[in-house]
């Protein structure tokens, strides 16, 4: 269940903050910090760093990923920075270029 | 999917532009900017500060910043608003407060006055009183085609401005002038 | 007719045009066919179907119907209803209320102003209230204000 939703449609040029979680379909550029989990669909376009409870991606991502728990990058994910988080899992057809830090 | 809604959920901070199409629904804060050719709802928990441009603003919540609606603007009740309001349609229910300017209609730009001037039998016999204090040259000149004039070129021109100043409640000279203005037209 | 009413000085009793008028304190009519020039002031409520040029002030309700107009620098009442035309500006203790077929240019002041869709207005509103803190506001209009609908 997602709090905040960012359509397909939308640009968002700055910093989002939540306590909630966080589902992209459209741009971000700048900074995301959710508490819960962040989605980032395919589409969607985030270039910012990136901070989470877990996050799943199958759009694309340029920018440092930190969360609690697990990074997930999908098939059509295309990500480029550097992940820390507990667990790691990379499909195949994910595109993925960067440092991968599990020493939580 | 086509542009969807967004929503920028109750716990969450957004500082900086919102742009682009779709609707948007604001229950969080929002600092900086929104911009979308789709509907915007700013809920009772939004906080927004920001000029809002859309299609149809609904507001129930907190504004600080220009509504500009390319439909309408609605204040509903809960809506507080320190900012400008302009759509061609603009509601504001009770219970919704704001500070600022509304400008309802496609133009934002001069509109002509809004209530015409009497006709000419009785209109001239107002400026003809008011032209003592107004600083127009010709007033103050006794022939009776000058109070006719003087009414029609504040009528033509800062209408609003002569309209709005009420004639002092004294002497009745209208007799005199009456009978000739009836003759003039009002331009 | 009309010469004759703009002649007159003031007080609203003696402006209007039907005879229906009650004293103290209760409604007060200028009818439909009524020009009026001057101030108008008085007691009670007041229904203006006809169309008056000068400041308003009342210690109660006005009422601009459908078809009235009002020009004017300045009305003051206790508060007010449009239907009709109205430039100049409203300072009322109570509330300002603007029916859908209301055109309007001058500032309102009131301790609710409300417009309906549809009409028409140009101006400015001053309503007496804070911004909750995020936005500035004073302490008092923080978060926690319930919202009635919902």
Same mark, same amino acid.
């Given at each position: 269940?997602?709090?905040?939703?960012?359509?397909?449609?939308?640009?968002?040029?700055? *910093?989002?903050?939540?306590?909630?979680?966080?589902?992209?379909?459209?741009?971000?550029?700048?900074?995301?910090?959710?508490?819960?989990?962040?989605?980032?669909?395919?589409?969607?376009?985030?270039?910012?760093?990136?901070?989470?409870?877990?996050?799943?991606?199958?759009?694309? +991502?340029?920018?440092?990923?930190?969360?609690?728990?697990?990074?997930?990058?999908?098939?059509?994910?295309?990500?480029?920075?550097?992940?820390?988080?507990?667990?790691?899992?990379?499909?195949?057809?994910?595109?993925?270029?960067?440092?991968?830090?599990?020493?939580? | 999917?086509?542009?969807?809604?967004?929503?920028?959920? %109750?716990?969450?901070? =957004?500082?900086?532009?919102?742009?682009?199409?779709?609707?948007?629904?604001?229950?969080?804060?929002?600092?900086? *900017?929104?911009?979308?050719?789709?509907?915007?709802?700013?809920?009772?928990?939004?906080?927004?500060?920001?000029?809002?441009?859309?299609? @149809? +603003?609904? =507001?129930?919540?907190?504004?600080?910043?220009?509504?500009?609606? $390319?439909?309408?603007?609605?204040?509903?009740?809960?809506?507080?608003?320190?900012?400008?309001?302009?759509?061609?349609?603009?509601?504001?229910?009770?219970?919704?407060?704001?500070?600022?300017?509304?400008?309802?209609?496609?133009?934002?730009?001069?509109?002509?006055?809004?209530?015409?001037?009497?006709?000419?039998?009785?209109? &001239?016999?107002?400026?003809? %009183?008011?032209?003592?204090?107004?600083?127009?040259?010709?007033?103050?000149?006794?022939?009776?085609?000058?109070?006719?004039?003087?009414?029609?070129?504040?009528?033509?021109?800062?209408?609003?401005?002569?309209? @709005?100043?009420?004639?002092?409640?004294?002497?009745?000279?209208?007799?005199?002038?009456?009978?000739?203005?009836?003759?003039?037209? $009002?331009? | 007719?009309?010469?004759? +009413?703009?002649?007159?000085?003031?007080?609203?009793?003696?402006?209007?045009?039907?005879?229906?008028?009650?004293?103290?304190?209760?409604?007060?009519?200028?009818?439909?066919?009524?020009?009026?020039?001057?101030?108008?002031?008085?007691?009670?409520?007041?229904?203006? *179907?006809?169309?008056?040029?000068?400041?308003?002030?009342? @210690?109660?309700?006005?009422?601009?119907? *459908?078809?009235?107009?009002?020009?004017?620098?300045?009305?003051?009442?206790?508060?007010?209803?449009?239907?009709?035309?109205?430039?100049?500006?409203?300072?009322?203790?109570?509330?300002?209320?603007?029916?859908?077929?209301?055109?309007?240019?001058?500032? +309102?002041?009131?301790?609710?102003?409300?417009?309906? $869709?549809?009409?028409?207005?140009?101006?400015?509103?001053?309503?007496?209230?804070?911004?909750?803190?995020?936005?500035?506001?004073? &302490?008092? $209009?923080?978060?926690?204000?319930?919202?009635?609908?919902?």
């Amino acid at each position: 269940m997602a709090s905040t939703v960012i359509g397909a449609g939308i640009i968002i040029e700055g *910093e989002i903050v939540t306590d909630e979680d966080v589902v992209v379909l459209g741009t971000v550029r700048g900074k995301v910090s959710a508490k819960e989990g962040v989605t980032i669909q395919q589409g969607a376009t985030v270039e910012a760093d990136v901070v989470g409870a877990g996050l799943v991606v199958a759009g694309t +991502l340029t920018g440092n990923i930190t969360a609690a728990d697990r990074v997930d990058l999908q098939a059509g994910a295309r990500v480029i920075g550097n992940v820390k988080a507990a667990r790691v899992t990379i499909a195949d057809g994910a595109q993925f270029k960067g440092n991968v830090d599990m020493d939580v | 999917m086509a542009s969807g809604v967004t929503v920028i959920g %109750r716990t969450t901070r =957004v500082r900086g532009r919102l742009s682009g199409d779709g609707d948007l629904q604001v229950e969080g804060l929002v600092i900086g *900017e929104i911009v979308t050719s789709g509907n915007v709802t700013i809920d009772a928990h939004g906080i927004v500060g920001a000029n809002v441009r859309g299609r @149809r +603003l609904v =507001v129930r919540g907190a504004v600080q910043g220009d509504l500009l609606g $390319e439909e309408a603007v609605v204040l509903e009740d809960g809506a507080r608003v320190v900012g400008d309001v302009r759509a061609p349609r603009v509601a504001i229910a009770h219970g919704a407060l704001m500070r600022g300017l509304v400008q309802t209609g496609d133009d934002g730009s001069a509109q002509p006055p809004l209530i015409r001037a009497q006709p000419a039998a009785k209109s &001239a016999a107002v400026p003809a %009183r008011v032209a003592a204090p107004a600083a127009k040259p010709n007033a103050a000149v006794a022939i009776r085609p000058a109070p006719v004039a003087k009414a029609a070129s504040t009528v033509a021109g800062g209408a609003a401005g002569a309209l @709005r100043r009420p004639p002092p409640p004294v002497v009745p000279i209208l007799k005199k002038t009456k009978g000739q203005v009836l003759k003039k037209k $009002e331009r | 007719m009309v010469t004759d +009413l703009s002649a007159c000085t003031s007080v609203a009793r003696q402006l209007m045009a039907q005879p229906r008028t009650s004293t103290g304190g209760s409604e007060s009519r200028i009818g439909g066919g009524a020009r009026v020039r001057g101030r108008v002031q008085g007691e009670g409520d007041l229904v203006i *179907e006809g169309h008056v040029e000068g400041d308003l002030t009342l @210690r109660g309700h006005l009422t601009i119907a *459908e078809g009235g107009s009002v020009s004017c620098d300045a009305i003051d009442a206790e508060s007010v209803t449009i239907a009709g035309l109205l430039q100049g500006e409203v300072a009322a203790s109570g509330p300002v209320q603007l029916a859908a077929s209301a055109r309007v240019r001058g500032n +309102l002041k009131g301790s609710a102003v409300t417009i309906a $869709e549809g009409a028409r207005f140009s101006g400015r509103l001053d309503c007496d209230f804070d911004l909750p803190q995020e936005l500035g506001g004073s &302490a008092r $209009e923080a978060r926690t204000k319930a919202p009635t609908r919902r």
